[in-house]
């Protein structure tokens, strides 16, 4: 998605981000969307974890029962 856009289409968003937030917003917008991707991947991680161990449960089960 964001391939297609390119860098004079990432320069005109961000000055339309500027424009339209202002110098001052848009530092705690950036912290609050790097936070909101953070958690994100956190939680991305620990669920990709919990099924993992899920899944390395349920292969000890079996070979036990082989």
Same mark, same amino acid.
């Given at each position: 998605?964001?391939?297609?856009?390119?860098?004079?289409?990432?320069?005109?968003?961000?000055?339309?981000? @500027?424009?339209?937030?202002?110098?001052?917003?848009?530092?705690?917008?950036?912290?609050?969307?790097?936070?909101?991707?953070?958690?994100?991947?956190?939680?991305?991680? *620990? @669920?990709?974890?919990?099924?993992?161990?899920?899944?390395?449960?349920?292969?000890?089960?079996?070979?036990? *029962?082989?």
């Amino acid at each position: 998605m964001l391939s297609n856009i390119g860098i004079p289409g990432l320069i005109l968003i961000l000055t339309l981000a @500027l424009i339209i937030f202002g110098p001052k917003k848009l530092p705690e917008i950036g912290r609050a969307f790097g936070q909101t991707l953070k958690e994100f991947k956190k939680s991305t991680r *620990e @669920l990709t974890s919990d099924i993992t161990d899920d899944i390395a449960d349920d292969l000890k089960e079996i070979k036990k *029962e082989i």
